[in-house]
Every structure is written in C-alpha cells, then in structure tokens.
C-alpha cells in the first residue's frame, strides 16, 4: 500500500485565489511527522510546513497551512492567494517512528500546480 | 537553500564510468540522507548516515552503490560503473535530529546523465 497518496497529479488556480493541494497518509505510528516540499521548475527542494502527529492545532506559515485531519489520515496544504511564483511541484511527505533508525522520509507522487494570471 | 551544499549541479558520465556525488551538510547537522528523483516521480530514499557510520541502507542497490560520511569532509554517494538507468536527479538532505518532528533540508541535487 502507498504511505503517502497525492491523488492531483495536477492543478490549475487562478491568481490570488485559494488552493488546496490532497495528501493522504498510511501508517500505524502513533508518532510521525507530516512534510510540504516545493519543487520549481529549477529543481531545488524547499521545505514549506510542518505537522506533528500529537500537534492539536493545524500549522500554518505565511500563506501556507496545513489542514491536519488525523482520523481521516490527511494533511491537505491550502495556499491562501495564490501567486505566479507558487507555479511549482508540491509533494507530501512523512517521517514515521520517533527515534527509530531509518526516519528517511517518504515521498508522495506530487502535484503539478500551476497559477494562472 | 536551507545551506546544504551538493557538487556537482550537473554530472554527465559514459556507461561503465563512475560518478561521485558530494553533500555537505547545513551547519550543526550530523544526519545525512540520499534520495533518487526520476523523471515526474518523488523522491526515493536511497541511505542515511551519521559521521563515519551509516545507519539505514535499505533503499540502496545492492550492487554498484555505495555512500560514506568521513569524520572530516563531505558526504560522498558512489555510483560505480554506471548504466542508463542511473540517469537521475540525487538529492542530499540534512537534519539536526532523527526526530519525526525534525525537517530535512536539501541541497540543489546532483542531476545525472549517463550517455
């Protein structure tokens, strides 16, 4: 079974609107942590927010949140205002297991965003 | 970018060549990680490491491959006698801890082409 489901492969959203970008997770770790990366066109990752699993409130950082549904296992990233900049890949990401050796994170298949003017 | 540094941006290598990719970590982080982009794809990890020992392997080719991470130096991702099927992005990452709650930051990635 996929950890981490993104199920748009890609959207459209036009400038300064909302948009709310699907992932899903599976895992029976009562401990993990939830990741937003961007990828632009030029290729670098960029960490954009973060959500632990005993975390009671929804993150948010500038214009991104993160709506944490824990007993639904998904963590949809909503960008508020969109921008031409925002034009991107975004993948979901999970790190399981407090502690355990490993902790490399898993990746979903991403969404392609793309902002119109 | 979050200051962790890969070289080169850019690899180009013939079949049966070998490539080395280098990461140095952000300042204060010991933990390492190497992760594999295809084409429209996410990330895959690859290894982890911590100074001088590596810790989680498990995505790693059992052939050809190898990484390390000296106690002095950059990590190193050894890709040996390389095939077509190794034309991939490679991305290094680092982190203060292996918390779940820690996040990993990543270089530009290494883009490898093999002709």
């Known amino acids: 079974a996929q950890k981490i489901t993104q199920t748009q492969p890609g959207m459209f959203v036009q400038e300064k609107e909302a948009v709310t970008l699907d992932c899903t997770y599976d895992?029976?770790?009562?401990?993990?942590?939830l990741f937003w990366y961007k990828q632009p066109s030029s290729g670098e990752m960029i960490f954009l927010i973060y959500?632990?699993?005993?975390?009671?409130q929804n993150a948010t950082e500038g214009r991104y949140s993160l709506n944490f549904q824990k007993a639904r296992k998904s963590a949809n990233l909503v960008i508020s205002a969109s921008q031409l900049g925002d034009s991107a890949m975004y993948f979901c990401a999970m790190r399981e297991g407090l502690g355990n050796a490993g902790n490399m994170l898993t990746f979903g298949g991403g969404t392609r965003l793309m902002v119109k003017p | 970018n979050a200051g962790v540094m890969q070289n080169p941006r850019h690899l180009v290598r013939r079949r049966g060549q070998e490539a080395r990719l280098r990461c140095s970590p952000m300042?204060?982080?010991?933990?390492v990680y190497w992760y594999r982009q295809l084409p429209e794809e996410g990330l895959k990890f690859m290894v982890y490491l911590q100074k001088e020992n590596i810790i989680d392997e498990s995505g790693m080719p059992k052939e050809r491959f190898s990484a390390e991470f000296p106690k002095e130096g950059p990590s190193i991702l050894r890709i040996q006698q390389v095939v077509r099927g190794d034309s991939a992005a490679y991305f290094c990452?680092?982190?203060?801890?292996?918390?779940?709650?820690?996040?990993?930051?990543f270089g530009d990635g290494t883009r490898l082409s093999i002709l």
């Open positions: 895992t029976s770790d009562q401990s993990y942590g």
């Open positions: 300042k204060g982080h010991s933990h």
């Open positions: 990452a680092s982190s203060k801890g292996r918390d779940a709650n820690q996040p990993q930051h």
């Open positions: 959500q632990g699993s005993y975390d009671e």
